[in-house]
């Protein structure tokens, strides 16, 4: 996966920075992946990212990608809807001994 392309927009009034951002990958990449990779692209803390729409164009390896940078926690979980925040939450696999 590769950042092609990237417009960033302040939000003052939601205290966030908005990207639209256009990937390059071999197939849609899943949320997990998307997410630490552009906190490590946008140099964004990954726990106030926030990825609204991850799409692929059928096709092509083009992915679209909506983010939300968020000047710290509580604001996105002021503004953010809960289900968004749960899919953006990191799942971690708890094996059974």
């Given at each position: 996966m590769?950042?092609?392309n990237s417009?960033?927009?302040d939000?003052p009034?939601?205290k966030?920075?908005?990207?639209?951002?256009?990937?390059?990958?071999?197939k849609t990449?899943?949320?997990?992946?998307t997410?630490?990779?552009?906190?490590k692209?946008?140099k964004i803390k990954?726990?106030?990212?926030?990825l609204?729409?991850?799409e692929g164009?059928?096709?092509?390896?083009?992915?679209?990608?909506t983010?939300?940078?968020y000047e710290?926690?509580e604001?996105?979980?002021?503004?953010e809807?809960?289900?968004?925040?749960e899919?953006?939450?990191?799942?971690?696999?708890?094996?059974?001994?």
């Open positions: 590769k950042l092609v417009t960033k927009r939000n009034l939601m966030r920075v908005q990207y639209v951002v256009e990937l390059d990958a071999e990449p899943s949320r997990k992946e997410r630490e990779f552009l906190s692209e946008l990954k726990d106030t990212l926030v609204r729409k991850l164009k059928f096709g092509s390896r083009k992915v679209l990608a983010v939300y940078s710290n926690e604001y996105m979980n002021k503004i809807e809960k289900y968004i925040i899919r953006n939450k990191d799942v971690v696999e708890v094996k059974e001994e």
